[in-house]
């Protein structure tokens, strides 16, 4: 029998990568992408939001991902699928209906990723003991969003090099989604090798719920579930639009409000001052939770989430194009984000709890896309309506909800510490 636990040093960083990269490369590097092959920040927002819809509803299919087969067969056969789904945008981008035909295969990928999040989030919690479940968050989130700044900085890099040597972008994307591909497939067989077979050890059809129905039945009987939902679709409704137009900021020409940067050097920033950061927030938040438990820290953490984004706001009001300012500006919403979502992390994770905690973990989650969709749809004609300036002043404004909110959400104080029994 193999024991929880084994080989997690290994597993989780692996599997959290791969869970991040076809995110980031769908919701993130899309928007990078289509502002380099001409689209419209109104179609940047609208679209690449849409995209998020697989993680909205993802709970639809959520049990079936509970109830059949074991969750290393789904989240390895979904990886495999992704790595296809981005090998067809990449031979699509040269083509003249490239806009129709990429998002087409993005929402292939989109749609994999979804139900790779769900296997692999049940798998998470499957394979470690609950006080190991608190201790992991931070490495996990760490690793998510090293995936992340990895496609917004290496993979994007890779793009604005190949859009200087060849002088051609749509080559240039070609080429790179192609090696995200390969990427996405390496990573792929690293899982294969990496998580352990725990379901074929392990005795879990106990814990199984009996119908489709009622893992949705049960999850909304939980207490204060119309609060933990307006928390859940609350906690990054700044962050959802910021992150849809942080990029065309970053991109645009002076005179269109951005601050004229190229495709290469916002790679660099994101990959390099980025990444280091994002990793300290990351693993930081996930120590603290699990030294002092959740209760402590969730403030905190909300505001370091927030915050930072008063730093665009500046950015965008001064029209300052020092690298200094924009790389600290990055370096502090990348720690801040790395920080306080570790907090989210496991406030997800205590809603989740009971039998069917893959499905009620994948129906929270679901809750956040949709947090992140809607606002994202309409955050390119905000901008346009606001200005940039304008518009990040909107995005700190939208920090106020979850900060009111945090204050009526309930959970036990020392959720998440190492000494705590968590619920199986």
Known sequence: MIEKDKGAWVWVPILYFTQGLPYVLVVSVS??????????????????????????LKPLWSPFVDLKSTKRKWFLSMQLLIALALFGVALTIPTSLFLTT????????????????????????????????SFF?????????????TGEGLIVVMAGFLENKYGDNSKAWSITMTAAAFLMLALTVSNFFAAPKYESSLN?????????FEVFASFFKKPGIGIALAFILTYRLGESQLVK???????????????GYSTEQLGTIFGTAGVIFLSIGGILGGILISKDGL????????????????????????????????????ILEKFGYGFGFAAFLMYLIYISEGKSKTSHYAIATGFMALGMMLPGMVSGYMQQWLGYGG????????????????????????????STKLDA
């Not at 928007?31 to 993680?55: F, R």
């Not at 879990?204 to 489709?212: A, E, L, Q």
């Not at 002043?393 to 510490?417: M, R, S």
């Open 31 to 56: 928007v990078i992408m289509y502002k380099q092959l001409g689209v419209s920040n109104e179609d940047i927002g609208l679209y690449t939001s849409l995209l998020y819809l697989p993680w909205v």
């Open 102 to 133: 990429t998002l087409a295969c993005f929402w292939m990928a989109a749609f994999a990723s979804a139900t790779n999040d769900i296997a692999s989030d049940g798998y998470y919690m499957l394979g470690l003991t609950e006080k190991k479940q």
């Open 137 to 149: 968050v931070g490495m996990r989130s760490t690793f998510y969003r090293l995936a992340m700044v």
């Open 204 to 212: 879990v059809t106990k814990d199984k719920p009996t119908g489709f």
């Open 245 to 259: 137009m942080a990029a065309p900021f970053l991109l645009d020409a002076p005179d269109k409000g951005g601050l």
């Open 295 to 330: 209760k402590k820290w969730m403030l905190p953490m909300v505001i370091s989430l927030n915050l930072p984004n008063v730093l665009y706001a500046i950015l965008a009001m001064t029209k300052t194009t020092s690298v200094y300012a924009v790389t600290g500006t990055v």
């Open 391 to 418: 518009f990040f002043v909107w995005v700190v404004i939208a920090a106020l909800p979850a900060l009111f909110l945090v204050n009526f959400i309930k959970y036990p104080a020392d959720f998440g510490k190492k």
